[in-house]
């Protein structure tokens, strides 16, 4: 089987992209699971601070671990969005597969050298674990529905020579620039800087680049992210939506029903078509 720093670099090398979806509970796993297995793409699936605290640490590890092992298939575990050096070590100490190191709000030097200690300490622990450092900064929130149109301020975009300087210094596997993508979705699709990811490419060799925000970004430009260079996008808003939605249609229907497991079978099958789809647009079938 590949391990997870494989897959990211096969993905890099090749110009295709590991899908990053997260999951809130095991039903939203388990669509993820089989959409995978569908499709024989590799699997990052991904937990938030408040996602893992919610499902449990641990519980969260040998879930993935317990599909992992039962399909034979490279699906890993990413600790999404820590936002501090405790925060992280926990989820190493647990046996997340990779690390979302995000001090991409801190100053660029404070940044550098939390995310520094966090790739030693995992290095230390487990040299396959895979650890991702943030820089520049989205300016919205995760899986929220903005009504409004967002500006992407030129200033919160990530800058080529500091992009280097932290690659560099603190030995991260995967680098999330920002790069006009946003959290979340808002009333207009905001553009994505091509000539960005282009140099930031060009300076960088094999590092994998990671796309957060991708619910918000248009199937074209998506298309064209990938083909540019970013090896990993983050899909979180359009899966919960798919979920929600569905799971309010559910409840409205079926007023008598009280049996969880038929309440929750059709959420599973709208999950797993959003992910089917973003495994098409990432070009991850048969990527095993
Ligand atoms: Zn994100």
């Given at each position: 089987m590949l391990s997870l720093k494989e897959v990211l670099t096969n993905a890099t090398r090749e110009r295709w992209a590991v899908p990053h979806f997260n999951f809130a509970n095991s039903s939203m796993l388990e669509a993820l699971v089989e959409a995978a297995v569908e499709a024989r793409s590799p699997l990052l699936v991904g937990t938030s601070e408040s996602e893992r605290d919610f499902i449990g640490i641990e519980q969260c590890v040998a879930l993935v671990k317990s599909y992992r092992d039962e399909h034979d298939m490279p699906i890993y575990l990413n600790a999404d969005h820590t936002y501090s050096v405790e925060k992280a070590k926990e989820a190493i100490d647990a046996?997340?597969?990779?690390?979302?190191?995000?001090?991409?709000?801190?100053?660029f030097e404070d940044n550098l050298r939390g995310t520094k200690e966090v790739v030693e300490y995992a290095k230390n622990k487990n040299p396959e674990i895979s650890v991702e450092g943030e820089i520049g900064y989205l300016v919205t929130d995760s899986s929220t529905i903005y009504k409004d149109v967002i500006d992407v301020p030129k200033e919160s975009l990530a800058k080529p020579d500091e992009a280097k300087r932290f690659v560099d210094e603190t030995g991260v596997n995967r680098l999330a620039p920002a790069v006009g993508s946003i959290h979340g979705i808002a009333a207009n699709k905001p553009h994505l800087d091509f000539e960005l990811i282009s140099t930031l490419r060009g300076l960088l060799g094999d590092t994998a680049f990671v796309l957060h925000g991708?619910?918000?970004?248009?199937q074209d430009e998506m298309k064209k992210a990938v083909q540019s260079g970013i090896s990993n996008v983050h899909i979180s808003t359009d899966l919960r939506v798919a979920f929600v939605d569905k799971l309010r249609e559910e409840l409205e229907k079926h007023k008598?029903?009280?049996r969880v497991y038929k309440l929750l079978k059709p959420e599973i099958e709208e999950v797993k078509k959003v992910a089917l789809y973003n495994i098409e647009l990432f070009g991850s079938r048969n990527k095993l």
């Open positions: 046996g997340y597969d990779s690390i979302h190191i995000d001090l991409s709000k801190e100053s991708g619910s918000g970004v248009t008598d029903e009280y």
